[in-house]
């Protein structure tokens, strides 16, 4: 088993930046994926918003390119995500994502509210 839990999502101003956290309960090293996704509620899809695979390069959606960008942190044992010129779009349920020996793990999820 694997326990997620993001942290730093909060309200912020259009143009503004927030760092989201995901502290993970095993050692990094073992993990395969990584990955951020959102979700707005009432909605069942989550959508991609970054990801990274154990020694590879990181991907994000088109949207996000050039203003957010995911890092892995372990020693500490988190997956970070800096969020840079947000937009009201941004607004929403971000969530935390993992593949361990095969099975996917998500986080609860932090809200991002993106207003003036």
């Known amino acids: 088993q694997v326990q997620l839990v993001e942290s730093g999502g909060g309200l912020v101003q259009p143009g503004g930046s927030l760092r989201l956290s995901c502290t993970v309960s095993?050692?990094?090293?073992?993990?395969?994926?990584m990955g951020w996704y959102r979700r707005t509620p009432g909605k069942s899809a989550r959508e991609l918003v970054a990801?990274?695979?154990?020694?590879?390069?990181?991907n994000y959606a088109d949207s996000v390119k050039g203003r957010f960008t995911i890092s892995t942190d372990d020693s500490e044992n988190t997956i970070n995500l800096q969020m840079s010129n947000l937009k009201p779009e941004d607004t929403d349920v971000y969530y935390c994502?993992?593949?361990?020996?095969?099975?996917?793990?998500w986080g609860r999820g932090t809200q991002v509210t993106v207003s003036s």
């Open positions: 994502n993992v593949l361990y020996h095969r099975t996917k793990y």
């Open positions: 095993i050692n990094m090293f073992s993990l395969v994926y």
């Open positions: 990801s990274i695979f154990s020694g590879g390069q990181p």
